[in-house]
């Protein structure tokens, strides 16, 4: 895994630590997907970041709690029908997600 500030490539590993994803419902049932996420050390004596998290590209963004493909799904029904309605639509597929959140 590459340091996100210098590039450096690295595997010494610092820590581990849980991390929950909401994903798109599978059958109407809501999917939360587990991982264990790696911190790692930065081995360049001359970058200012020390310590860093195994980045997710593609499946999740940084801090994110909902996948990439749940998050573009609710924004689009957000952008076609509103917040209200589109709340109303997730729930029936099994989303729970609240009106100001879309918006």
């Given amino acids: 895994v590459a340091c996100p500030a210098c590039a450096h490539p ?3 590993v610092h820590s581990r630590y849980p991390r929950r994803l909401l994903d ?4 109407g049932q809501c999917v ?3 991982l ?3 911190k790692l050390f930065c081995d360049n004596d001359d970058c200012p970041r020390r310590v860093f998290t ?3 590209p593609g499946i999740a963004a940084r801090y994110a709690r ?3 493909r749940l998050a573009d799904a609710l924004l689009e029904l ?3 029908v509103g917040g209200e309605a589109a709340a109303r639509i997730a729930r029936t597929f099994g989303l729970l997600v609240s009106p100001d ?3």
């Fill in 66 to 68: 909902k996948t990439c």
């Fill in 10 to 12: 690295t595997q010494r």
């Fill in 54 to 56: 195994e980045p997710l």
């Fill in 101 to 103: 959140a879309l918006l």
């Fill in 24 to 27: 798109l419902p599978w059958q």
């Fill in 36 to 38: 264990t996420v790696r």
């Fill in 78 to 80: 957000a952008l076609l």
């Fill in 32 to 34: 939360r997907i587990e």
